[in-house]
């Protein structure tokens, strides 16, 4: 017999508890609400809700759940941060965001990619996100300075827009490396600059230009 997702999100939510990837009571109730299945193709509901990313079309992926969290957990958010990410993918990580903070805005590079993200969170009931295509690496200045950024490609550098669109006492987080392998980076704004500290490996899809 099929276990039936409600079910395997729980067991989900409960591996990332124990493994120590989740760790705030509210973090968790964001996870709790959102529905990864409603940010994943049909074909892979039944996946929804395995620790793995997945493909979404295009050659990119929804990260994995754990990292989702590892990164959500990193940037403290709080419910008056207005949030920049660059890469919505999905929008699935936009989608957790959106529970914890006041607004977020969301960059993606390739547009059907970004228009699917864009229904998705229409779909899961989601207001406060806005989407734009484009290259995410340049920030969005319109909106800057941001309490927070979160960038979910792999980056060979700190892109230099993104640390001066960031708040004095902001928060960003990003994946640092080659193209096979990152180190996940916090940066906390201190004096105009970044205090950096490192977070583990991962592996993420490419920034592109
Ligand atoms: N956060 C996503 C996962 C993102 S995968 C989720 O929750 O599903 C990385 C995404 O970054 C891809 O969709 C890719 O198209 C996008 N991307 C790559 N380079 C980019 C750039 N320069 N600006 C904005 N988005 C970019």
Redesign the pocket.
């Known amino acids: 017999m099929d276990i039936p997702l409600k079910q395997k999100k729980k067991f989900l939510i409960q591996h990332l508890i124990s493994s120590g990837y989740l760790k705030t009571k509210k973090v968790i109730q964001a996870f709790e609400e959102i529905p990864r299945e409603n940010?994943v193709p049909h074909d892979y509901h039944d996946h929804a809700y395995a620790d793995e990313p997945l493909p979404?079309g295009?050659g990119?992926?929804?990260?994995a759940p754990h990292m989702?969290a590892v990164m959500t957990e990193l940037l403290e958010p709080k419910k008056t941060d207005e949030v920049l990410?660059?890469?919505?993918?999905?929008?699935?990580?936009?989608?957790?965001l959106s529970k914890l903070v006041k607004k977020v805005f969301?960059?993606?590079?390739?547009k059907n990619?970004a228009k699917r993200?864009e229904l998705n969170l229409c779909s899961t009931g989601i207001n406060n996100v806005e989407i734009m295509t484009?290259?995410?690496?340049k920030g969005y200045e319109k909106q800057a300075p941001f309490d927070k950024t979160?960038v979910?490609?792999a980056c060979q550098e700190i892109p230099r827009a993104l640390i001066v669109q960031l708040k004095e006492g902001g928060r960003i987080v990003i994946p640092v490396g080659g193209q096979w392998y990152q180190e996940l980076v916090l940066g906390v704004k201190k004096k105009g600059r970044l205090e950096t500290s490192m977070h583990g490996g991962c592996v993420?899809?490419?920034?592109?230009?």
């Not at 990119?60 to 990260?63: F, K, L, M």
Request: proline share 2%; with cysteine; charged share 10%.
């Open positions: 940010f979404i295009g990119q992926t929804i990260s989702v990410e660059v890469g919505a993918g999905s929008g699935y990580q936009a989608a957790i969301t960059i993606e590079f390739d990619i993200a484009g290259d995410g690496s979160i979910t490609c993420f899809v490419p920034l592109r230009h």
